[in-house]
């Protein structure tokens, strides 16, 4: 049966052109967009009025963990809170307007599972792409990710991380991965440590690099890499992966940022978890204010304990006790990273929207809008950061033909917004409807 459905007087920010177009309908059949028009619609006595709002693309987050509990000790409670906790990072996602994400990082059968629950309408959520677990040498980038026990494993569906040491059980992992589900596949290469007083962590040897990316081809799956630094920067341009994941820490010279151009390869650089711990203060306010739409009772408890210890300043002798972010190192760095993207924009590099939301302990859930300010902070138009929330990110998906932009044909995904985001991003804060594949999914204020 055809379902049809009518949305108008709207201003429509397609993705294509930084032009908002105003007075303008569409018709949505069967999930897709099926017309766009100007002007008064015959038909919008049976549509949804939608108030000289504006309308962009469903927005897509390139680079997330959802598997996140947001609790360093996971405990009893955070056991028992633990789905709760992950359908919340799922709405949240909707509530600020992002209908798919990349999962970078993430047990296979808890991405399953995820993907379940939206399916079949246990919860709201975002379409998944997923590359399921890392896949990296023992005591590699994530270091501080266990290796769950049979328990944890059983409830959580397997490993966040496959430790692996030879090219012919990084094949096996890969193809494993695939026959899981795994729509990309993920690797590291991180030789410097990002936290206190720990020793810099192994990457793979060429050899099981280069069998990952052979068998990653093979089964006809794209790779991303994970590198915080220069040298993994250009080991990613030597295999020829297909996205990079964060921006280096330290700098890029002319000849790199050369390599990455004629590559071809595009880069989330996830910038403003690079320096959570350097706005502890802003983090403070926004949970002590609304925490509680983000995490779940026992999470948020430990989350706040976590943020004052390090405001309190982590000692030496703390630091020995778990894994902490090197702050010292993310003050010095930092800027240099901001330069980096900001010398990649200006050279043409593609460069795509994703928050790494879950994959630090203050970097939740449906704060979307932090990401798109911060590549504004590093030279991006508003117009060109909006497309690397939409367009650009469907391209590295591999989604073009399908999402990313409002035309005939793509699904109907999109966000309806207070204000015009094209002449000011604080509209993606006033996110009043979400529509995916056709349906409302999330409404506020309307």
Same mark, same amino acid.
């Given at each position: 049966?055809?379902?049809?459905q009518?949305f108008?007087?709207?201003?429509?920010?397609n993705?294509?052109?930084?032009?908002?177009?105003?007075d303008?309908?569409l018709?949505?059949?069967n999930?897709?967009?099926?017309?766009?028009?100007?002007?008064p619609?015959?038909r919008?006595?049976r549509g949804i009025?939608?108030?000289?709002r504006?309308?962009?693309?469903?927005?897509?987050?390139?680079?997330?963990?959802?598997?996140?509990?947001f609790?360093?000790e996971?405990?009893?409670?955070?056991?028992?809170?633990?789905?709760r906790?992950?359908?919340?990072n799922?709405?949240?996602?909707i509530r600020?307007?992002?209908?798919?994400?990349r999962d970078v990082?993430?047990?296979?059968?808890?991405?399953?599972r995820?993907k379940?629950?939206?399916k079949e309408?246990k919860?709201v959520?975002?379409r998944?792409v997923?590359?399921?677990?890392?896949?990296?040498p023992?005591?590699?980038m994530?270091?501080?990710?266990?290796t769950?026990?049979?328990?944890?494993r059983?409830?959580?569906g397997?490993?966040v991380?496959?430790?692996?040491?030879t090219?012919?059980?990084?094949?096996e992992?890969?193809?494993?991965m695939?026959?899981?589900?795994?729509?990309w596949?993920?690797t590291?290469?991180t030789?410097?440590?990002l936290?206190?007083?720990?020793?810099d962590?192994p990457?793979?040897?060429?050899a099981?690099?280069e069998?990952l990316?052979?068998?990653a081809r093979?089964q006809n799956r794209?790779?991303?890499?994970h590198?915080?630094q220069?040298?993994?920067?250009?080991?990613?341009?030597e295999?020829?992966?297909?996205?990079m994941?964060?921006?280096?820490?330290?700098?890029?010279t002319d000849?790199?940022?050369c390599?990455i151009? =004629?590559?071809g390869?595009p @880069?989330? *650089?996830?910038?403003?978890v690079?320096?959570? $711990? &350097?706005?502890? %203060?802003?983090?403070?306010?926004?949970?002590?204010?609304?925490g509680?739409?983000?995490?779940c009772?026992e999470?948020?408890?430990?989350?706040?304990?976590?943020l004052?210890?390090?405001?309190r300043?982590?000692t030496?002798?703390?630091?020995?006790t778990?894994?902490?972010?090197?702050k010292?190192m993310?003050?010095?760095?930092?800027?240099?990273l901001?330069e980096n993207v900001?010398?990649l924009?200006v050279a043409?590099?593609v460069?795509?929207?994703?928050?790494d939301?879950?994959?630090a302990p203050f970097?939740v859930f449906?704060r979307?809008?932090?990401?798109?300010?911060?590549?504004l902070?590093?030279g991006?138009s508003?117009f060109?950061?909006?497309?690397s929330?939409?367009a650009v990110?469907a391209r590295i998906?591999?989604l073009? =033909?399908k999402?990313?932009? @409002?035309? *005939?044909?793509?699904?109907?995904?999109f966000? $309806? &917004?207070?204000? %015009?985001?094209?002449t000011?991003?604080m509209?993606l804060?006033?996110?009043r409807m979400?529509?995916?594949?056709g349906i409302?999914v999330y409404?506020?204020g309307?």
């Amino acid at each position: 049966m055809t379902k049809i459905q009518i949305f108008h007087n709207f201003a429509l920010f397609n993705g294509v052109n930084p032009q908002v177009q105003p007075d303008c309908w569409l018709e949505v059949t069967n999930g897709h967009i099926h017309r766009i028009g100007a002007g008064p619609c015959s038909r919008s006595d049976r549509g949804i009025d939608l108030g000289k709002r504006t309308v962009i693309p469903g927005l897509i987050d390139a680079h997330v963990h959802l598997i996140s509990p947001f609790a360093p000790e996971i405990n009893l409670a955070v056991i028992r809170s633990f789905h709760r906790q992950i359908r919340l990072n799922l709405a949240n996602c909707i509530r600020s307007g992002v209908t798919t994400v990349r999962d970078v990082g993430c047990t296979p059968g808890l991405i399953r599972r995820m993907k379940r629950w939206v399916k079949e309408g246990k919860t709201v959520g975002p379409r998944i792409v997923c590359a399921n677990s890392f896949i990296v040498p023992p005591e590699a980038m994530p270091e501080h990710v266990p290796t769950f026990t049979l328990p944890l494993r059983l409830f959580l569906g397997g490993q966040v991380v496959e430790r692996v040491s030879t090219p012919d059980q990084v094949r096996e992992t890969v193809r494993r991965m695939v026959a899981l589900g795994a729509d990309w596949i993920k690797t590291t290469h991180t030789d410097k440590s990002l936290f206190m007083n720990r020793l810099d962590p192994p990457v793979f040897d060429d050899a099981c690099f280069e069998a990952l990316v052979d068998e990653a081809r093979k089964q006809n799956r794209p790779v991303t890499m994970h590198q915080t630094q220069v040298n993994g920067f250009r080991k990613a341009i030597e295999l020829g992966v297909d996205s990079m994941e964060h921006a280096p820490l330290d700098a890029l010279t002319d000849e790199d940022i050369c390599r990455i151009l =004629d590559a071809g390869i595009p @880069i989330v *650089p996830t910038i403003n978890v690079m320096r959570e $711990v &350097l706005l502890l %203060d802003q983090i403070a306010v926004w949970m002590d204010k609304e925490g509680e739409k983000y995490l779940c009772p026992e999470s948020l408890r430990q989350t706040r304990a976590l943020l004052k210890l390090y405001q309190r300043g982590i000692t030496p002798e703390i630091a020995q006790t778990g894994y902490y972010a090197d702050k010292a190192m993310f003050i010095r760095q930092f800027p240099v990273l901001m330069e980096n993207v900001r010398r990649l924009h200006v050279a043409g590099a593609v460069i795509g929207c994703g928050t790494d939301a879950g994959g630090a302990p203050f970097t939740v859930f449906g704060r979307f809008y932090e990401e798109i300010d911060s590549l504004l902070e590093a030279g991006l138009s508003p117009f060109e950061a909006l497309q690397s929330a939409t367009a650009v990110n469907a391209r590295i998906l591999h989604l073009e =033909d399908k999402l990313g932009t @409002i035309e *005939p044909g793509k699904i109907a995904d999109f966000v $309806v &917004l207070d204000g %015009d985001p094209v002449t000011d991003t604080m509209a993606l804060r006033q996110v009043r409807m979400v529509v995916k594949e056709g349906i409302i999914v999330y409404q506020e204020g309307m």
